[in-house]
């Protein structure tokens, strides 16, 4: 059993502290890779879209050492089960649960990196948007990078991340996740185009505005299978606009007077999405606007666009989503905000200004109370640097 003191402890002092038990003798590594949250350009990524996320202080951190023979040993201070398995035999089982995550990743490794002892210790919160899992494919990479025969460029390690979530975990994410989680940057925001997979950063003025992160504390369920579904919608929408001779490779290719033009040929669901899809590459790119212009409210009501249209047309969102959306748009120096990740539950983002904050948390907690019966937890976050070893 952990001791409430125990937990306070940073996460490296935990795997430090929990290293010799689980994996004996020998001086392991250290490495990390954050979480991120995406500001604005919601279900964009896999759409070949614009989006706007960033890494977070917080992630997860993993202590590896190599082995002598071809094993691999994977322990959470987290999360169940500990696995070993044979590191050329490695294959997605149910019952791995989170261990199937860098699994999928030393299998794209394949014979390049010897057997691994793998501690891993987080401190996001599991299941609420902020790329957990992602943090968790990042993270093993990197440090299996460290000891690979052919040390792979940061790129390569975010296509082998992904790569290892829809091949081998199963999810059809897009590249985003693992994109910030590698590529963050303290005090920036990324603007990566997910088409080109390249980026800007984009200053993010924390003297004007602050990010806090509320979570509901309703986690996601069942969410991979509606994640895929809307995957699939969106792909029907983009097959449907090619049978009526619009020359679409994806979503991205398509603007909103196209789409209103075969409005009445699209099934209502496709359209609804492509709807969601195409109007928020304009948001997105509106919103980059403002925020090189410092100009916060401008910045705000895109994130309030943004949330209706996840809502409405999307419907990712949830009414605990809703509710805390509301409570924010409630609250002193809000400047927007919208739900955040995947959606179906966990977090949303809040922009906020900075003199505000206190009280800002102060009426969010309670308006969303009053109508959740629920007390959410709000985290202010700082754009961050990307995966590291340490
Ligand atoms: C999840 C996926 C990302 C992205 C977001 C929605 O986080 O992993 O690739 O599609 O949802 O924007």
């Not at 509901?216 to 919608?233: C, I, L, M, P």
């Not at 509301?326 to 003199?355: I, N, Q, S």
Request: with cysteine.
């Amino acid at each position: 059993m952990r001791s409430a003191a125990h937990t306070l402890l940073h996460p490296l002092d935990r795997l430090a502290a929990a290293w010799a038990e689980h994996f004996g003798l020998g001086a392991p590594r250290a490495f990390f890779a954050p979480g991120r949250v995406n500001l604005l350009g919601a279900h964009l990524d896999y759409n070949e879209g614009f989006v706007l996320p960033m890494a977070v202080d917080r992630g997860t951190y993993v202590l590896a050492a190599p082995r002598a023979d071809r094993r691999v040993r994977l322990h959470s201070l987290d999360r169940q089960p500990t696995v070993e398995a044979d590191l050329d035999r490695l294959v997605l089982e149910a019952s791995h649960g989170w261990a199937n995550y860098p699994k999928g990743v030393l299998a794209a490794f394949g014979r390049d990196v010897p057997g691994l002892d793998l501690l891993y210790c987080g401190d996001l919160p599991i299941g609420a948007g902020l790329s957990s899992s992602a943090s968790i494919l990042v993270a093993t990479a990197t440090a299996a990078n460290a000891f690979a025969a052919r040390e792979r460029s940061r790129i390569e390690l975010v296509h082998l991340c992904r790569g290892a979530e829809v091949n081998f975990v199963g999810v059809k994410c897009g590249i985003m996740d693992h994109y910030a989680s590698a590529f963050g940057r303290e005090g920036h925001v990324l603007h990566l185009d997910c088409r080109s997979i390249t980026h800007r950063e984009v200053p993010f003025d924390g003297s004007k505005a602050t990010i806090v992160v509320c979570d509901t504390t309703k986690r996601r369920e069942n969410s991979d299978g509606r994640f895929n579904d809307r995957v699939r919608e969106c792909g029907e929408a983009v097959a449907r606009l090619r049978e009526l001779g619009v020359p679409a490779g994806a979503l991205r290719d398509v603007d909103r007077a196209t789409l209103e033009r075969y409005r009445g040929r699209i099934p209502e669901i496709p359209y609804r999405r492509a709807l969601h899809v195409v109007s928020e590459i304009e948001r997105t790119i509106r919103g980059v606007q403002a925020l090189d212009a410092g100009d916060f409210e401008a910045f705000g009501a895109w994130l309030r666009d943004s949330h209706e249209s996840s809502r409405v047309h999307y419907e990712v969102s949830s009414r605990e989503l809703d509710a805390l959306v509301e409570a924010v748009h409630g609250a002193p120096g809000a400047y927007g905000a919208r739900l955040t990740g995947a959606g179906f539950g966990g977090c949303c983002v809040a922009v906020v200004r900075p003199d505000a904050v206190e009280a800002f948390r102060a009426v969010v907690a309670e308006k969303y109370e009053a109508a959740t019966g629920l007390q959410p937890r709000l985290h202010p976050f700082h754009p961050s640097r990307g995966a590291t070893a340490l």
